[in-house]
């Protein structure tokens, strides 16, 4: 069974840099079958693809329009465990955040952590 | 980036009625290597999403057989056989066959 756990700061300040990272238990960060993902929810955005990273012989990113030039998705293999930074954030980018594992559909997810932006 | 549309919104339903939730893409989600990836999620209240259905209509592990998906190209369907009260929750439909996976908005289902 595989399991995500997310940990990292509630609130961040404008203009500040978000920072998340979720721990895989059961699986593998280097895995050649599976990605991570990152994807949040807000009233008024919904559900929201942000982007990915996944290994096929070498590592690979994908991100959203939407947030790209500002979202970096780094793997980390010694714990394995994926990261999230999102930079110049503003009270917009205040949602819950989630971990994901998958491409071809997101079948685990991690519990989500509601990040507040504000000063 | 395609955008996906659910109806209804809001589904009121009786404890022991079928259900039945409609998703519409704004272009075809068949992914060139000819699958359809379409997924349905069910976010009880509280919880992260859980995968229900991928692939229009497989079932995902450990799933109610309750629970069916059906359609092909931009029109799509989850149906519940017979509602129970553990059924209570938003469902949203997913497309993952383009770059930018994209959600519906999801149908708040409760019993009536």
């Known amino acids: 069974q595989v399991q995500l756990q997310l940990s990292g700061p509630r609130l961040v300040k404008p203009s500040q840099t978000l920072s998340l990272t979720c721990a895989i238990s059961?699986?593998?960060?280097?895995?050649?079958?599976?990605?991570w993902n990152w994807i949040r929810q807000s009233p008024s955005r919904g559900l929201e693809w942000l982007g990915r990273?996944?290994?096929?012989?070498?590592?690979?990113?994908d991100y959203a329009v939407s947030v790209k030039g500002r979202i970096t998705v780094n793997p980390d293999t010694s714990k394995n465990q994926f990261s999230l930074q999102l930079n110049s954030v503003t009270p917009e980018d205040t949602a819950v955040y989630y971990c994901?594992?998958?491409?071809?559909?997101?079948?685990?997810w991690g519990h989500g952590s509601l990040v507040t932006v504000s000063s | 980036d395609i955008v996906m549309t659910q109806t209804p919104l809001s589904l009121p339903v009786t404890l022991g009625q079928p259900a039945s939730i409609s998703c519409r893409s704004s272009?075809?989600?068949?992914?060139?290597?000819?699958?359809?990836?379409l997924s349905w999620l069910q976010q009880r209240p509280g919880q992260p999403p859980r995968l229900l259905i991928y692939?229009?209509?497989k079932r995902f592990s450990g799933v109610s057989d309750r629970f069916s998906g059906s359609g092909a190209g931009t029109d799509f369907t989850l149906k519940i056989s017979r509602v129970e009260p553990e059924d209570v929750g938003v469902y949203y439909c997913?497309?993952?066959?383009?770059?930018?996976?994209?959600f519906g908005q999801g149908t708040k289902l409760e019993i009536k």
């Open positions: 059961g699986d593998s960060v280097s895995s050649d079958t599976s990605a």
């Open positions: 272009q075809s989600v068949v992914h060139s290597d000819g699958n359809t990836y």
């Open positions: 990273t996944y290994y096929r012989s070498k590592w690979f990113n």
């Open positions: 994901a594992r998958g491409g071809a559909t997101f079948d685990y």
């Open positions: 692939l229009i209509s």
């Open positions: 997913m497309q993952t066959s383009q770059f930018s996976r994209t």
